[in-house]
Nanobody, 123 residues
């Protein structure tokens, strides 16, 4: 199993930046990619960004492209999501997840999930 713990969420104003972190432990060698998803109240969990541990291949949702950057630190088994120019519509609980596939965009491709960290952007 892979254990994931997110951190870095908070309350910010529109236009501000936040950096989310995800620490992975356990059977991390089975993980090919790490993804970030978000879920607003009453809505489904949607894809934000993903990165492969090897090679650093990335993919982003159109809604965050150019504003968010996903990165990883292989030595520390950590993944980050730098979020710039935040908008009120970015408000959601953000989850990191681990997949055995290469940069998938669907939540069904991710086997392990963290507990989530709340991001609230005020206008």
């Amino acid at each position: 199993q892979v254990q994931l713990v997110e951190s870095g969420g908070g309350l910010v104003q529109a236009g501000d930046s936040l950096r989310l972190s995800c620490a992975a432990s356990g059977a991390t060698s089975s993980s090919v990619s790490m993804g970030w998803f978000r879920q607003a109240p009453g809505k489904e969990r949607i894809f934000v960004a993903t990165i492969s541990w090897r090679g650093g291949s990335t993919a982003y949702a159109d809604s965050v492209k150019g504003r968010f950057t996903i990165s990883r630190d292989n030595a520390k088994n950590m993944v980050f999501l730098q979020m710039n120019s935040l908008k009120p519509e970015d408000t959601a609980a953000y989850y990191c997840a681990s997949s055995r596939s290469l940069v998938p965009r669907t939540p069904q491709a991710y086997a392990y999930w963290g507990q989530g960290t709340q991001v609230t952007v005020s206008s």
